[in-house]
C-alpha cells in the first residue's frame, strides 16, 4: 500500500525477495500536467508493469472497501507513503497486521513530512522505522530502524532517495523475520514526539534575517519541492527564484545583500551561499550561469 516514489523501492525489494503480492493499494490517478490528464501514482504504474492487481479506492470509510481488503486473506500488509487513513476493521484485516515504513526516528516525526521537518528543524540525524500501526497517527510500536546522518548541505531530495532505498531493505528484513516468527516490537517512548505538518507554501519564501545556519536548514529542507525562494529584480521587475542547493557562505553585511559574485548573501548572521536556483519557467542552474543571464551584481538586496 503506497503512493509515492518513495514507496516505489519497497514494492520492488518485496517483489524481488520472491514475496507474494495479491494486491497493490494506491492513491486513485490524479489530474496532472499541463493538459491536467490523469496520471497514475508511481506505484501504480510500477505494479502495472509487474503485472500485479492494483486497487485504487477513494477511503476506506466504505465497509465494502475494507470487506474487499480482508477477502485478499493477506498474511501481512506493507503500507509506505499511501496517504489514505486505515480504519481499526482495516488494521486487523491481514493476520499479522499492517507493518508501516515510515522515515524518521519515531516518535520524532510523526506525520505527513518527516524528512523536510528533520532538515529544517537543524537535525544531525534521522532515519527509517518499520512499526506496526495502530489507530492513532504514527504511534504503534517499533520492530526494526536504521539511522543516517542528515550532512552539512543535505537537501530533502538526497534524503528522500537514500531513505527509499534504506527502508526498502529495511522493510524485506522484517518481512523475513515475521515469517521466521521473530519479528519483536517496542512501544515508541512518550518522550520527545514531534509533528511533521504539511508543507505549506506559506513558509517557503527565504527569511536573510535568520542566522546562516537557520535559512540553510530551511532551504535544504524545501529543495527540491516545494523549493525555497526569494525575489530580485532582474530587469524586468520583481521575480522569483528557487534555491535548490546552498552552501556556507564567507561575509558579512545587510541581511539579503549579495555580496559576492560566487553567490554569497548575508543573513541575520554570518552568510550563506546558493550554489543552485531556478527561475520560473527554467531548468535548475549554477548560480555563476544564473549570474551571468541576470542583471545582477554584488550590493544587490534579494530582501524584497
Not at 493499494?25 to 502495472?48: F, L, N, T
Not at 474487499?68 to 486487523?92: K, N, R, S
Not at 534504506?166 to 523475513?176: E, N, T
Not at 530580485?232 to 528557487?242: C, S
Request: net charge negative; aromatic share 4%.
Amino acid at each position: 500500500m503506497g503512493t509515492p516514489d518513495f514507496a516505489v523501492p519497497t514494492l520492488m525489494e518485496i517483489v524481488g525477495h520472491g514475496h507474494e503480492v495479491v494486491a497493490v493499494y494506491s492513491q486513485p490517478p490524479r489530474p496532472a500536467g499541463r493538459g491536467m490528464a490523469e496520471r497514475r501514482s508511481p506505484v501504480h504504474e510500477k505494479a502495472d508493469g509487474l503485472g500485479l492487481p492494483v486497487l485504487t479506492p477513494l477511503s476506506f470509510r466504505d465497509p465494502d472497501t475494507c470487506r474487499t481488503f480482508a477477502d485478499l486473506d493477506a498474511d501481512v500488509a506493507v503500507v509506505v507513503a499511501y496517504g489514505l487513513l486505515l480504519p481499526q476493521a482495516a488494521l486487523d484485516a491481514p493476520r499479522d497486521g499492517c507493518l508501516n515504513l515510515h522515515a524518521s526516528l519515531l516518535p520524532r516525526w510523526r506525520g505527513a513530512a518527516p524528512i523536510n521537518r528533520a532538515i529544517m528543524a537543524g537535525d544531525a540525524e534521522t532515519g527509517v522505522m518499520v512499526m506496526r500501526m495502530e489507530a492513532g497517527l504514527d504511534t504503534g510500536p517499533v520492530a526494526m530502524a536504521e539511522r543516517v546522518a542528515i550532512g552539512a548541505e543535505t537537501t530533502a531530495g538526497d534524503l528522500h532517495d537514500r531513505l527509499a532505498v534504506l527502508g526498502a531493505d529495511l522493510m524485506v528484513r522484517a518481512l523475513a523475520a515475521l515469517s521466521r516468527g521473530g519479528l519483536s516490537f517496542t512501544p515508541q517512548a512518550v518522550e520527545g514526539a514531534t509533528y511533521a505538518r504539511k508543507l505549506d507554501k506559506a513558509e517557503t519564501r527565504i527569511d536573510w534575517n535568520l542566522p546562516a545556519a537557520v535559512v540553510s536548514a530551511h532551504v535544504r529542507g524545501l529543495s527540491p519541492f516545494p523549493g525555497a525562494w526569494f525575489e530580485a529584480d532582474l530587469g524586468k521587475g520583481p521575480e522569483r527564484v528557487k534555491v535548490l542547493r546552498i552552501a556556507a557562505g564567507e561575509g558579512t553585511g545587510v541581511a539579503g545583500t549579495l555580496l559576492s559574485p560566487e553567490g554569497d548573501v548575508a543573513c541575520g548572521e554570518s552568510a550563506v551561499r546558493l550554489v543552485s536556483v531556478q527561475r520560473a519557467g527554467s531548468k535548475p542552474m549554477a548560480f555563476s550561469d544564473f549570474l551571468r543571464g541576470a542583471r545582477l551584481a554584488p550590493g544587490q538586496s534579494f530582501a524584497g
